[in-house]
């Protein structure tokens, strides 16, 4: 059985540094060689400019086409040497490669999760609630309420776990959107099949849409969590990646402008709502948290502070603080409703619930100060704040991921709940 980390609570204010800090120098800017110069969001100066790899990278590796090209008809004979070459490239040591393609690895087939084949076709239960265990005796265990979303595979881990998408249609915010999952090895585990397991909605910065970079294998999100689970040093998260803003065009801040889509309900109330209907989850706050990079980590962030009751801690990466969007002008009260600086100072007079905000920053970006301002204004009662210096860490999801398995995963994993699996 895992040994999951210990659920003391952090230090109100602690600076991890185990090393010391090698200069805040100005950061550079990395985008993609065949990307145009231009800003990410040229309408609000906080913001960092970052095409890739950090900003918005290319669509998450083995991301299924929606179109085939037609293929040309080939003769029998050509289909059997086909055949032939394909098995000597296998036996000869191609294989691998081979593999990798996908039409070896499944992606864009059809997948479930908790060992829950889909119903046969031409059953009418297609969308109810998948056949699952009865609870354990905790009461805040929540099995999946329904209806299963049909999810599609994008990507397979070397452990055989599975990264797949779906689209959610948002009943409180009215807005469509691509979701993109993973679950760790020990959903499927017999011996947790009666437990909850712990969410951490994973936010990406960039754009935000059409895709969520997080989904992506290469930057190891899923890799650093099963990693962790081994050592015992993180909670074996379902990690759910939605899309963050509506278009390309604009950053909403998460949050519901007004006149504009309900960014701030899809991120707070239809996600969790959607991971709900088809995983095993809690009910409390104690099974809730996010993670996200730069305009990710805001939105992060603020809906902690925003939603005390429904989730619990953040670990926030690169330094985004304060609300910015163009979208907000003439809706001043709105946005200082969406505002993590007032938000905290709210949470503070009404002395909790308690939530836990871990910072990081790479000692190669700027922003640290804005961190750093925030945990000595609002760093107390409640408001729990931890900043990770990320020694020669830049702006980028690589590095922040550095920074989660080298402690911030550990961190948050210590005021999460853990699975509990069933004895003998």
């Known amino acids: 059985m895992h040994q999951y980390p ?23 800017q990395y985008r993609h060689p065949q990307q145009p110069q231009h800003a990410e969001h040229p309408q609000h100066p906080q913001h960092q400019s970052y095409e890739a790899p950090y900003g918005y990278p290319p669509a998450p590796a083995g991301h299924p086409h929606d179109v085939e090209p037609p293929q040309p008809k080939r003769s029998r004979r050509r289909i ?28 864009g087939e059809a997948v479930t999760f908790g060992k829950n084949p ?10 109810a609630p998948s056949a699952e265990a009865k609870p354990s005796g ?15 595979q994008t990507a397979k881990l070397d452990d055989g776990t599975i990264i797949a998408k779906t689209r959610v249609a948002g009943a409180k915010s009215g807005f469509e959107g691509d979701v993109w999952v993973w679950a760790p090895k020990q959903y499927d585990d017999p011996k947790y099949a009666k437990s909850g397991f712990p969410v951490l909605i994973a936010l990406p910065g960039g754009n935000g849409f059409p895709n969520n970079y997080w989904a992506d294998t290469s930057l190891g999100l899923q890799k650093a969590i099963n990693e ?22 604009y950053y909403y801040d998460g949050s519901d402008i007004p006149g504009q889509a309900k960014m701030g309900t899809w991120i707070a109330e239809d996600v969790p709502a959607f991971a709900k209907a088809n995983f095993r989850t809690y009910k409390s706050r104690d099974g809730w948290a996010f993670m996200g990079s730069s305009s990710g980590a805001f939105v992060g962030m603020k809906t902690v502070l925003q939603h005390p009751d429904k989730f619990k801690a953040v670990i926030a990466s690169g ?23 007032k938000l905290a100072q709210k949470l503070i007079d009404s002395k909790g619930p308690e939530v836990y905000i871990n910072f990081q920053i790479g000692t190669k970006e700027s922003g640290k100060e804005r961190m750093t301002k925030f945990q000595q204004q609002y760093g107390k ?22 920074g989660m398995k080298e402690g911030s995963l550990e961190w948050v994993s210590k005021v999460l709940k853990a699975p509990k699996p069933e004895a003998g």
């Open 319 to 341: 330094g985004e603080i304060v609300p910015d969007s163009p979208l907000w002008k003439g809706h001043q009260a709105e946005m200082d409703a969406n505002n993590p600086e």
């Open 228 to 249: 962790g689970v081994k050592a015992g040093t993180s909670l074996p998260y379902i990690v759910i990646m939605p899309v963050l803003n509506p278009d390309a065009k």
């Open 6 to 28: 210990q659920r003391p609570r952090p230090d109100d204010q602690q600076s991890y540094q185990d090393h010391p800090p090698q200069g805040q120098g100005g950061h550079q």
């Open 381 to 402: 009662g409640p408001v729990k704040t931890t900043i990770r210096d990320i020694q020669n860490g830049e702006h980028n999801g690589w590095h922040y991921v550095r």
């Open 118 to 127: 889909p119903p046969a076709e031409g059953k009418p239960d297609a969308g």
């Open 138 to 152: 905790d009461p805040d265990v929540l099995m999946p309420t329904g209806p299963r979303s049909d999810f599609k």
């Open 80 to 107: 059997w040497i086909s055949a032939v070459v394909a098995l000597a490239l296998l036996l000869g040591g191609g294989g691998f490669a081979a593999w990798k393609l996908d039409w070896f690895s499944g992606n």
